[in-house]
């Protein structure tokens, strides 16, 4: 595996932490803070927050699978 290779690994797994960081931030902001998305109200507020929870979790899965299949190569 070459130089370029390995850094853009290890750049795609620290953006993808940093992105389910991000969706887990706004999920439990859209969960416990009303005000922040004002415009956002009841139900759809707590089933935006609970599908970004979701989708994190999802990010998370892939991430520890890719990380398997990786390892498993090397």
Same mark, same amino acid.
Not at 35 to 61: D, K, T
């Given at each position: 595996?070459?130089?370029? %290779? %390995? ?6 797994? !620290?953006?993808? !932490?940093?992105? !389910?960081?991000?969706? #887990?931030?706004?999920? #439990? ?5 009303? /005000?922040? #998305?004002?415009? !956002? ?18 990010? #998370? ?11 498993? /190569? /090397?």
């Amino acid at each position: 595996m070459n130089a370029l %290779t %390995t850094y853009s690994n290890w750049f795609t797994k !620290i953006f993808g !932490i940093i992105m !389910i960081l991000l969706y #887990v931030g706004m999920g #439990v902001s859209l969960l416990l803070l009303p /005000e922040f #998305v004002a415009n !956002i109200s009841g139900y759809p507020r707590y089933a935006l927050g609970m599908l970004l929870l979701c989708y994190a979790g999802f990010r #998370v899965y892939r991430l520890l699978k890719s990380k398997k299949q990786t390892g498993d /190569e /090397e």
